[in-house]
């Protein structure tokens, strides 16, 4: 039996005194805090305040740190557009006690609209003008939900999500943006680019660009659509083609433009008259007046016209709604989109669902679908959640009903126009150029990590910091003060046999399962392996590391399963030990819930049942595994099954460590950390089986000890040395880049003590990957030694 190091969690019940709270200091936050509750008889509700405590003969509630941060609400937000990243930015620089914000999006990054044109022109790379969402909502201490949303239940108060279950809320913001839309165009969609929604599309556009360099022929681009949009596209589109092409070839570009009216409807004569004669400079062709009524492979067909060629074709005309918006109830306009009246909720809706962005349609103030009113709606969409939060009257906003628009012209230059005002000039550029790197620099740059990670607690005495509660809340907050022992921690049984009835499992070993989930009975009982065999018994547990409950419950559960897999056993059964944090009844359930949904996706994968297992409170989300599996005694792969002349094999990149030691304090990139979850999620018994067809003799999963680490202890129970190339060990994407920045885990100096395994460890110890050799893995892979073979990968 193998029992892998573990980092406990303390699962003890908290208790609160004067005397404890007085020796904590956490973020500049005053230790002594007491609860306020006040009555308000309009709403029926108490509102909390969290503020210093003053001795007295005032009567107050006293209540440590832990008690404030018990998760009373829950804010979803529904996508990551313009006025979301600044809900999370808000909240990140002044959190509300009781509050957790959640970020469901199937996007790790959202492209900002104003500078689209400057990357297609090649002005911005893609990184200057993408928002790292997953960044932004670690610095909101948010919970990140990289899944697309699929529907609503308005009475349950429930996001639905695709293959998981759904997440709840207290108050709802949808900004999603929108869908592409052919409007009754046969063909546009399969043989042309949307440019909305503006996320798509620049995924699209470095296929597209790809496509267009390897033509051996003169380029002929098609853009349909003579809005603001279609015309700054057309013109960064010539700009970037055109110097492609001159970069690598003598061919050249040919933009068409077409537009069913005149170009630039919306705007002045002399905006139009600026733009048709900036497009005839640089040979732009343009057909005004022109329908388009279908598109077939590399040709519009043109209504009353003879059809036009291209090589590729930008679709710019308006978008449509997400298709889920009409099964939720909610109050649409004729076009499907979500209809809002002036305090930006839902109209006609229940109170507690905000919609804004391109999904949303102003009753009382129509306005173009433009990114500017999006970005505008950001200050005040976070300001009523607020007050909505705190039982406040939520105030009215009003778009301007004319913005200045700044239209580049694909190289350094632009046009201004406002009403009748409009100019043009390089100055122009410059101007925009700052302005949307300013805009960038808010949801990125600019995010202090130093001073507000880890803070959950808002500044005491505003009014801001206070949130509306029922008798419940009350109930909970008071009670969390001084959570007894006498219980062992343990949640209740009827939030435990919810979540347990909700499990759907499959597993290899049902019919050995004598007594297990189905029965209420004080333990599990298995049938005895048949002869031959022998039984494999393996534990983990770990705090959370990852704001996704369900993510986390699986990454967790492949780790657990990875130590049975090592020894090439087939695990049959598991038992549990979970940890949720404390709060009301329906929020411990939520966290439960998912992360037993996660776990249970990879112990159905791997055919291993789960039978029981054990539920606490605790200050932090944690989970656990006791996995039994079984094996002939005959095939077990022991880290004493190395000989000399074997080579090793490592079946996943490392780096894990790393990543997420960068990712605590804002310094990963999103797009790592998700390609890192995809790893840890990935089991690894199909590895274990090729490789011991292969002819492997021994193995060891790579965990908190790092890949050194494990292997030193191979080595010595195998009585031999290693040699490494250390240049040819695969890392995750980010990890070199983090480790040279100076972060390392914090297990990293332990695990460098065993640098001594390593034969030529002064030669490797030169390289820069050197370090990630330790670096401490979470659902890492293995390294295997069949004979006569090498694989790094």
């Known amino acids: 039996m193998r029992v892998c190091k573990a980092n406990l969690h303390n699962a003890s019940c908290r208790q609160s005194s004067l005397q404890s709270m007085s020796s904590l200091q956490m973020g500049g936050v005053p230790p002594l805090l007491r609860a306020k509750y006040r009555y308000t008889a309009a709403s029926g509700l108490l509102r909390l305040s969290v503020m210093p405590l003053r001795l007295g003969k005032r009567r107050t509630i006293c209540m440590a740190p832990e008690a404030a941060d018990v998760i ?106 929108i869908t592409p839309s052919a409007q009754g165009v046969p063909g546009a969609l399969e043989h042309a680019t949307p440019v909305k929604p503006v996320h798509n599309f620049v995924e699209r556009f470095q296929k597209l660009l790809a496509r267009a360099c390897e033509l051996d022929r003169d380029l002929t681009v098609a853009v349909v659509g003579g809005g603001a949009g279609g015309i700054e596209l057309s013109l960064s589109m010539h700009h970037r083609m055109t110097e ?114 391109d999904m949303a349609s102003s009753v009382k103030h129509v306005r173009p679908k433009a990114g500017v009113y999006a970005v505008r709606q950001g200050p005040p969409l976070t300001d009523n959640i607020r007050r909505l939060l705190s039982g406040r009257k939520l105030k009215p906003f009003k778009p301007q009903s004319r913005h200045l628009s700044l239209i580049t012209t694909g190289n350094e230059y632009a046009v201004a126009t406002r009403g009748f005002f409009c ?146 056993a087939t695990a049959t059964t598991a038992l549990a030990t979970a940890v949720v944090p404390y709060g009301p009844e329906s929020k411990a359930e939520g966290d439960l819930n998912h992360m037993m949904a ?44 190395l000989k000399p002349g074997q080579v090793l094999i490592l079946t996943k990149p490392l780096g894990s460590g790393v990543l997420f030691a960068a990712d605590m304090s804002g310094k990963a990139k999103g797009s790592w950390v998700s390609e890192a979850l995809q790893h840890m999620q990935h089991s690894s018994a199909a590895a274990v089986a090729c490789l011991r067809e292969a002819g492997a003799t021994g193995c060891s999963d790579v965990t908190g000890f790092g890949l050194i680490g494990n292997l030193a202890e191979m080595t010595r129970a195998s009585q031999v040395t290693a040699r490494l190339n250390a240049a040819a060990v695969p890392l995750m994407e980010g990890a ?55 694989c790094i990968g």
Not at 619 to 639: D, I, P, Y
């Open 423 to 568: 100019v043009e000039g390089a100055w122009l550029r410059t101007w925009k150029d700052r302005i949307d790197r300013a805009w960038m620099d808010k949801y990125g740059r600019d995010l202090d990590f130093d001073s507000m990670q880890g803070s959950t607690l808002a500044t005491p005495g505003s009014k801001r910091d206070s949130i509306s509660m029922d008798a419940q809340a009350v109930a909970v907050l008071s009670a969390a003060k001084m959570r007894c022992g006498g219980c062992g921690s343990k949640v209740g049984a009827s939030v435990l046999s919810r979540v347990l009835a909700r499990l759907q499992q499959q597993g290899s070993g049902a019919a050995e399962v004598l007594v297990g989930l189905g029965e209420a009975d004080d333990a599990a009982v298995v049938k005895a392996p048949p002869p031959g065999h022998v039984l494999v018994h393996t534990v983990d547990f770990f705090r959370s590391f990852v704001s996704d409950p369900f993510v986390f419950g699986k990454v967790a559960a492949v780790h657990a399963l990875g130590d049975c897999h090592a020894m090439g």
């Open 736 to 790: 070199l880049h983090c480790s040279t920045s100076g972060v390392a885990s914090s297990l990293l100096p332990d695990n460098l003590k065993a640098a001594a395994a390593v034969e030529n460890a002064d030669e490797a110890a030169k390289l820069r990957t050197w370090p990630l050799l330790f670096d401490p893995q979470t659902s890492g892979g293995f390294p295997e030694k069949p004979q006569n073979r090498l």
């Open 598 to 641: 996660g776990a249970m996706e990879a112990l159905s994968e791997a055919g291993c049942l789960l039978v029981g297992g054990h539920t606490s409170e605790g200050a932090e989300l944690a989970l656990g595994f006791s996995v039994n599996g079984e094996a002939k005694e005959t095939e077990l792969m022991r880290k004493c099954g």
């Open 244 to 357: 492609e092409l001159q970069r690598t070839s003598a061919r050249k570009v040919k933009v068409k433009l077409f537009s069913k009216s005149r170009i630039l409807a919306q705007h002045t004569r002399a905006a139009r008259a600026k733009f048709l004669r900036i497009m005839q400079e640089k040979g732009l062709e343009l057909h005004e007046g022109v329908r388009v009524v279908a598109v077939e492979a590399g040709r519009l067909l043109l209504e009353s016209q003879p059809p036009e060629a291209f090589d590729e074709c930008l679709w710019c005309t308006q978008a449509a709604a997400p298709a889920w918006l009409r099964q939720t109830g909610l109050n649409l306009d004729d076009r499907g989109f979500v209809a809002i009246d002036e305090d930006l909720r839902a109209q006609a809706g229940p109170g507690n669902v905000f919609c804004v962005g």
């Open 72 to 177: 009373i609400k829950d804010v979803v937000l529904v996508g990551g557009g313009h006025s979301h990243v600044e809900v999370l930015r808000s909240f990140g620089m002044k959190p509300m006690p009781g509050v957790r914000l959640t970020l469901i999006t199937k996007d790790i990054r959202t492209a900002y609209s104003g500078m689209l044109p400057g990357y297609v022109s090649g002005f911005y790379s893609y990184d200057e003008c993408h928002v790292d969402l997953n960044r932004l909502a670690r610095y909101a201490n948010a919970r990140m939900i990289l899944q697309p949303a699929t529907g609503l239940d308005l009475k349950k108060q429930e996001v639905h999500l695709e293959g998981r279950p759904p997440i709840g809320y207290d108050v709802l913001s949808l900004d999603t943006g």
